[in-house]
């Protein structure tokens, strides 16, 4: 008899509901690295479509995070926010680092997919439990999430 209890999805408020979609994308990004390595592509395509990820994507994602979603925890003293803000410096660190790349991209993908299920899983629950309406109103009309447009012609993922 199978006991294990299922954990009902996360009801994620309307104002988070674009970062929690930018943050499948990154789930995504964390997979397709995976597949690429996995299949011996060469880690240099892989590097060159995660480099087009970070400027394009993350780096904007962490942004808005940072000034508009850890402020309502309060400051960087909150241990949430430190954590958060210590994994986006590491992420960012991953990203520019130029060292042997299929070992950074192996780091990329951990730290990428570890960093979001805290997002998602924690931060974000105890953001929506301590916000005002006034605050997450503020957050829906600074952010409505773009669509999700994959300018990238080298679909290395899927060979």
Do not use: C
């Not at 970062?19 to 880690?43: D, F, M, Q, Y």
């Not at 995070?65 to 960087?76: A, R």
């Not at 299920?117 to 006034?134: G, K, S």
């Amino acid at each position: 008899m199978n006991t294990t209890k299922k954990t009902p999805p996360i009801k994620r408020h309307v104002a988070l509901q674009p970062l929690s979609r930018e943050h499948h994308h990154g789930l995504l990004l964390a997979w397709k690295i995976r597949a690429g390595l996995s299949k011996e592509v060469t880690p240099e395509r892989i590097k060159s479509y995660s480099d087009w990820f970070f400027e394009n994507h993350l780096l904007s994602h962490f942004e808005m995070e940072e000034h508009h979603i850890f402020p309502i925890l309060g400051n960087s003293k909150h241990p949430m926010v430190k954590r958060a803000l210590r994994e986006h410096r590491k992420l960012k660190r991953l990203f520019l680092h130029g060292g042997e790349l299929s070992k950074n991209l192996s780091l990329i993908e951990a730290e990428l997919t570890g960093h979001i299920r805290y997002e998602e899983r924690v931060l974000f629950n105890e953001v929506q439990q301590v916000a005002t309406p006034e605050q997450l109103l503020e957050v829906e009309r600074l952010h409505h999430g773009q669509p999700f447009v994959e300018e990238w012609g080298d679909k290395f993922w899927e060979h």
